[in-house]
């Protein structure tokens, strides 16, 4: 069973991390950008958005980002932030691993708590990568969206 708990670790710099591939983004949001770069800015008031809007407001689960983290890491787990509303908060997600972002490793599968606080994930035995991506099952109010606000490794 997976330790979730709530607070602060001693979280990595994320400063030269990029995201790799979205399944999709909102960028035509007025709120914040709903672009999945806002899981990387270090700030819990922004937020990637699955696409709601327009030729791609059909778009289901599994949603998924993919980070580069631009080196080779060695983590103990994982941290994420839902939007700080709780709209579209994502209660599954499935966490894999890649050294090249082409053969892929699952880690673990996840519910997250429909809280605002960062939420951690130690995992079972620690995980050395480059690329790690994130896939969205399921929300907590059963729609097709998905949204995250931070993501973090520790």
């Known amino acids: 069973i997976p330790l979730i708990d709530i607070g602060d670790k001693d ?21 914040n950008t709903g672009l999945a770069t806002a899981i990387l800015d270090n700030n819990p008031e922004t937020y990637w958005h699955s696409c709601w809007n327009g030729s791609c407001s059909n778009d289901t689960h ?9 080196e080779m890491i060695t983590v103990d ?15 599954d997600i ?6 090249d972002n082409t053969t ?17 994930i130690k995992l079972q035995n620690q995980a050395t990568f480059r690329y790690f991506k994130i896939e969205a099952k399921s929300a907590h109010d059963e729609t097709r969206f998905a949204a995250l606000a931070e993501v973090y490794c520790f």
């Open 11 to 31: 979280y990595m710099n994320k400063a030269n991390w990029s995201i790799v591939s979205v399944s999709s983004e909102e960028s035509s949001g007025t709120e």
């Open 62 to 70: 599994p949603h998924s980002i993919t980070i580069d983290t631009n």
């Open 94 to 99: 499935e966490i894999l691993i890649s050294t």
């Open 77 to 91: 787990g994982f941290a994420f932030t839902q939007r700080q509303s709780l709209s579209r908060s994502i209660k």
């Open 104 to 120: 892929w490793s699952a880690i673990g599968s996840y519910t997250l708590a429909k809280s605002n606080n960062i939420q951690n």
